[in-house]
């Protein structure tokens, strides 16, 4: 996550607002098109990697070989589509959003796919090690570019691009190694996947334009400085998904197991109330600071990005709410769910951005998406009491049990930043 925010600030100082949308606008789409023809294949390969103990290593073979396949026509389809998302002043970036495209589906969806199989199979060091490598990378060369006064667009595209490969070098490095050489891929395991895959492919469709929508659009409709201060408030109400993202990461390898016991119902409540409470009180202080934070970090020329964060911090502390409710039926074999959930998301999207997007810019792509986010957590809290049983209680009033674990929870975090304060004299 500090990564994350390094290369961000370094982008935005860098680029200013103008050059900052510019490189959002090729990122945005490169991403949407390898979310869109990857047909789910990353929540294929953890549920695969989970389920099938005696084969996780053909899982892991059978992934990669989708992963390359998949990426080339990615590229192929992306390639003949970048003129059409690219038009009027942005017309310029065409060869830069191609050629960035084409080296980039390929490890972006193989990292992917590395990093969902050792979640499946529970090698959450080896995951947790591997998944900050794109971040560090990227947070590297974008220093270095910092330091040397480059502020060239294609210099700090090349940058990501080096990051993304390095993470599906080191994901793959860690995988299963010389075991995948005698397990080759299987069909009946690549048809498997594929059937899964689809099967939230129509919510990971509906969850791409919930989430890009507003970014594709600003970057077509609106000046590309618009769209560098949206990407700015964005990026910082991002800081509470880390949580998140961390959370659903550690319940997805109990979670299977505990559908396979019948305890889910209880697993999944717990971990919605525990990521309630903390999200929430996370969100105040994120908003709060955010009139100081964002022009200190990021640079005067994004002060007008405070009032867009303001309105995105309750938007993604929605999200990742959604996050978990979403993990839950994934790893109860029910993905169907989570794809109506988006659909239903969706229509809320394109209706909001259709009414708010026009007259109130970057504002109205803000509020659209508390809209979408929040129409999509009713339907999955609905689908949850009725599906699992659990009631509203459970999901909100925290239990002496959470109380204690949040408690020693925060006691762990305020050792370890007071150790880390501590000078090293006084720890020998």
Partial sequence: MGCG?????????????????????????????????????????AYAAAAERDRRDRVWTTAQILAIAFGLVIVLVGWWFVPFAFTGDNEALIPLARWYLALFAVPSLGASVALAWLQGVGRMRAFNLSRPIVQLVNAAGMAILFLEGVDSLEHFAAVLLVGTASGWLVAAALGPGRRAIAAPPSAPLARRMLGYGVRTQWGNWATVANERLDQLLLSTLTPAASLGLYVVAFSYAMLLQAIANTTAMAMWPGLVAAHQAGTAPAYIARWYRRLLWVTLTAAV??????????????????????????????????????????????GSGRPEVVSVSQAVGLVVTVAALAALLPRYGAYGAAVASLLSYSSTHVFLLRQTIGTFGVDMRSLVVPTHDDRDALLAAG??????????????????
């Fill in 5 to 45: 925010i390094v290369t961000g600030l370094i982008a935005a100082r860098s680029l200013g607002p103008d050059g900052r949308g510019q490189l959002a606008a090729i990122t945005v789409w490169t991403i949407t098109f390898v979310y869109v023809g990857d047909f789910g294949l990353p929540d294929a390969a």
């Fill in 285 to 330: 202080i994120v908003a709060g600071a955010s009139p100081f934070v964002i022009p200190l970090l990021f640079g005067e020329a994004f002060s007008s990005a405070v009032p867009l964060a303001l309105l995105l911090v309750p938007a993604v502390t929605v999200l990742g709410m959604n996050e978990i409710l979403s993990t839950g039926f994934h």
């Fill in 411 to 428: 006691s762990a975090l305020a050792h370890r930043f007071q150790g880390s304060r501590r000078p090293a004299g006084l720890n020998s």
